[in-house]
Structure formats: C-alpha cells, structure tokens
C-alpha cells in the first residue's frame, strides 16, 4: 500500500504560481509513474499531468501546458507540480496519483490516489 499526501493549496490571485507536493509512503515511490489531475465543482477529474519512474518522460494536458511543470525527486519520495500564470479556471481539488505507466495515468487507471489539495484562483 502506498500512501499520498499533497500539500501547497491555497488561495491565490489570478498570475500568481504555486508549487503543489505529494509526498509518498513508501521507498517503491520510485517504480510508480505519477500523476496530478483536478476536479472542479460539478465536473468530472481531469488529468493535468504526469511523469515517468525516472522523470525522463512528462506529459500535460492542453489546457496547462507551458504553464505547469510536474517533476519527482525519488531520493524525497515526492512529486510536484509547478504551476504559473494561474487563471481562475484552474481552480479546482487538486489530487496526485500512482500507477505502473504514464499510459494508465493518462487513463486514470490508478493504483493510488491521494486526498487532494485545494487551489481556488481569485480573479
């Protein structure tokens, strides 16, 4: 079992940046691909982002893309997710996520979930 725990939502203004952390439970955090992905209110989970085992490897979705930057540091079993020029519509639960590839990650197959951190962009 692996747990995860982010951290680093909070209210901030519209151009603002934030770094969001998941940390891990276990040393295995370093054979799981990871992920971030976010829910707004009345909407279904989105994926944002992921990275592979190494880090060698990141994939975002459209809508963040040259805005967020995910990357791991597998020595802290933790990922995180940069985020800059934030807009009011990438308010959301922010949750992070394990899985054995990028491919399931971008599928939502996930081994784990977290509990998710709030970020809500004032404009």
């Known amino acids: 079992q692996v747990q995860l725990v982010e951290s680093g939502g909070r209210l901030v203004q519209a151009g603002g940046s934030l770094r969001l952390s998941c940390a891990a439970s276990?040393?295995?955090?370093?054979?799981?691909?990871m992920g971030w992905f976010r829910q707004a209110p009345g909407k279904g989970r989105e994926f944002v982002a992921a990275?592979?085992?190494?880090?060698?490897?990141?994939y975002y979705a459209d809508s963040v893309k040259g805005r967020f930057t995910i990357s791991r540091d597998n020595a802290k079993n933790t990922v995180y997710l940069q985020m800059n020029s934030l807009k009011p519509e990438d308010t959301s639960v922010y949750y992070c996520?394990?899985?054995?590839?990028?491919?399931?990650?971008?599928?939502?197959?996930?081994?784990?979930w977290g509990q998710g951190t709030q970020v809500t962009v004032s404009s």
């Open positions: 990275i592979t085992w190494s880090g060698s490897n990141t």
């Open positions: 276990k040393r295995t955090f370093s054979s799981y691909a």
């Open positions: 996520a394990a899985a054995g590839s990028t491919y399931s990650l971008r599928s939502q197959r996930c081994d784990y």
